[in-house]
């Protein structure tokens, strides 16, 4: 079992940036790929960012140049940097861990509003 907290959204101003953390415990050595998805209302939830343990990392169209994860193995936390942050990006940020069985382990969600 894999246990997610995620800290550090908030509101911001467009233009604005926004760290996100997310902590995991549990049986972390079982978690081959973590990343960062969002779910705006009305809208299904989509990937953001992920990392895989050997460092690939995939980012969606919408955020590449302007977000970046990253992670610490130390502290097995995962980080997403969001820099020129837009009204669009608005929506609750879930952290997510994926097992060797590709089991999905999810975070409680943290909120991040973009407005002026």
């Known amino acids: 079992q894999v246990h997610l907290v995620e800290s550090g959204g908030g509101l911001v101003q467009p233009g604005g940036s926004l760290r996100l953390s997310c902590a995991a415990s549990?049986?972390?050595?079982?978690?081959?790929?973590m990343g960062w998805y969002r779910q705006a209302p009305g809208k299904q939830r989509e990937l953001v960012a992920a990392?895989?343990?050997?460092?690939?990392?995939n980012y969606a169209d919408s955020v590449k140049g302007r977000f970046t994860i990253s992670t610490d193995y130390i502290t097995n936390t995962v980080y997403l940097q969001m820099n020129s942050l837009k009204p669009e990006d608005t929506a609750v940020y879930y952290c997510?861990?994926?097992?060797?069985?590709?089991?999905?382990?999810w975070g409680q969600g943290t909120q991040v509003a973009v407005s002026s």
């Open positions: 990392v895989s343990t050997s460092g690939t990392t």
């Open positions: 997510n861990a994926r097992d060797g069985y590709q089991y999905n382990f």
């Open positions: 549990g049986s972390v050595s079982t978690i081959y790929l």
